[in-house]
């Protein structure tokens, strides 16, 4: 843990692993969200289809 | 004293703030659009599940924060219980920037402001800022050599913005009364106003979804 983390460098980007991975992580979720089914959704009411 | 009783007169009428406000909260906020119980059908989308995600790290992150502000540095340093309960704050304030920045992107995309919530969405950034001091505040008080490394560098960013003798990175007593009391609190008070404005006006339509039948 003391270890400073390894850099990810291209071009005028440079960014720690670590930050890489999560700010990846966070677009593939936000992916998911858009596509992935939602349970019940057809169920609503207000302009319901 | 008014023969009429403050009940039956109209708010314009009435001296009584009290009913003043019940009216205008009954008015403004019933209890349908505070505690709904059915959503309008393109709410049945995970992208609306990011804010609701946000305000339950946020909860983690106050239950947490009060356990460490009650037992105090040494605690949270030295005894295995104190270690957890400090890694669960450091691990839900993670997870509450991860969702609220997600939260941000969808609201964005969707473009949440329109129809009269330009005022949500701009509490929502000012949430966001001083989300961003409060953590900053929280690394400056773990009581650790990573705090006063931060402390040490963050002091020529203060003084060079010019407001280092009001803001002393460097004053523990300070960034400490800072993170605990006056930033959450104003969190707290933020972020109830802006779930109550959410919930006064609805969630926004999609933007595909504007012709359809409201």
């Known amino acids: ?49 | 004293m008014a023969a009429n009783s403050p009940e039956g007169a109209t708010p314009r009428e009435s001296r009584s703030w009290t009913l003043r406000l019940r009216r205008a909260i009954d008015q403004h906020l019933p209890m349908g659009h505070l505690l709904p119980d059915r959503q309008p059908y393109y709410v049945g989308s995970w992208v609306y599940v990011f804010g609701v995600i946000t305000i339950a790290a946020l909860a983690w992150v106050i239950v947490s924060g009060v356990v460490l502000s009650f037992m105090g540095p040494q605690w949270w340093h030295d005894s295995r219980l104190g270690r957890f309960v400090n890694s669960l704050h450091f691990w839900s304030v993670q997870l509450f920037f991860i969702f609220m920045v997600l939260h941000l992107w969808g609201q964005y995309f969707m473009a949440g402001w329109r129809h009269g919530r330009a005022a949500t969405w701009m509490i929502g950034v000012v949430i966001f800022a001083v989300s961003i001091l409060t953590a900053f505040t929280g690394y400056l008080t773990q009581q650790n050599f990573d705090a006063q490394f931060i402390a040490i560098n963050a002091k020529d960013a203060m003084n060079s913005a010019g407001i280092g003798a009001f803001f002393n990175v460097l004053n523990f007593g300070q960034m400490y009364g800072l993170h605990v009391m006056l930033l959450p609190i104003g969190i707290t008070f933020l972020v109830v106003a802006h779930i109550v404005m959410v919930r006064a006006r609805g969630v926004v339509k999609p933007i595909d979804a504007e012709g359809a039948r409201s």
């Open chain 1, 1 to 49: 843990m003391d270890t400073p983390a390894t850099y990810f460098h291209w071009g005028f980007i440079l960014i720690s692993v670590p930050n890489l991975i999560v700010i990846g992580g966070m677009i593939v979720l936000f992916a998911i969200a858009l596509v992935a089914p939602f349970p019940h959704a057809e169920e609503g009411d207000d302009g319901s289809k």
